[in-house]
């Protein structure tokens, strides 16, 4: 599943609905109730970061997959592994193109008008082309791989 999604996001900026509705039916036919209601848990919590714009849609999609194939446990630590691994790729990306410091003047100004106005916000507007943006699901895969070989 990673492997395919990892394609798709570096190629098209996507995940295909029907490769999560694929794996969303083999998870319900081979793990059952606690794989659908780790799935939608795990997808109404992510939700929230997808609303924000922290993620994209497929990779909320990708998460909740992965949480209710896993478990809940498991899961999160190779979600925490996938996130740590997209910040160092992000950073390293960011010195690379010089827009550290741009992106953490945005950043500042998020923080102060989320706390001069008490309420949550989107965290900026991309486009679906915008050049800030970087495929997660390679950092899905890395983190899968690193979570299977150490953890």
């Known amino acids: 599943m990673l492997v395919i999604t990892t394609f798709t996001d570096i190629l098209w900026r996507k995940i295909p609905n029907s490769i999560v509705w694929g794996y969303f039916i083999l998870g319900i036919f081979t793990l059952h109730f606690g794989f659908a209601i780790r799935f939608l848990v795990a997808l109404f919590l992510f939700s929230i970061l997808y609303h924000l714009k922290f993620f994209g849609a497929g990779d909320v999609k990708l998460f909740s997959l992965l ?27 960011m010195l690379l193109s010089g827009q550290l410091f741009i992106r953490f ?11 001069a106005t008490g309420k949550l916000e989107r965290y900026y507007e ?4 915008d050049k800030c943006l970087i495929p997660m699901v ?9 979570w299977r070989c150490f953890c």
């Open 67 to 93: 949480i209710g194939f896993l478990g809940t446990y498991e899961g999160m630590n190779m979600t925490f592994i996938a996130i740590v691994l997209a910040s160092i790729g992000s950073l390293i990306y």
């Open 105 to 115: 003047n945005m950043l500042i100004n998020y923080c102060m008008r989320v706390i």
């Open 126 to 129: 991309y486009d679906r082309i």
């Open 138 to 146: 390679p950092f899905f895969l890395a983190g899968f791989i690193l």
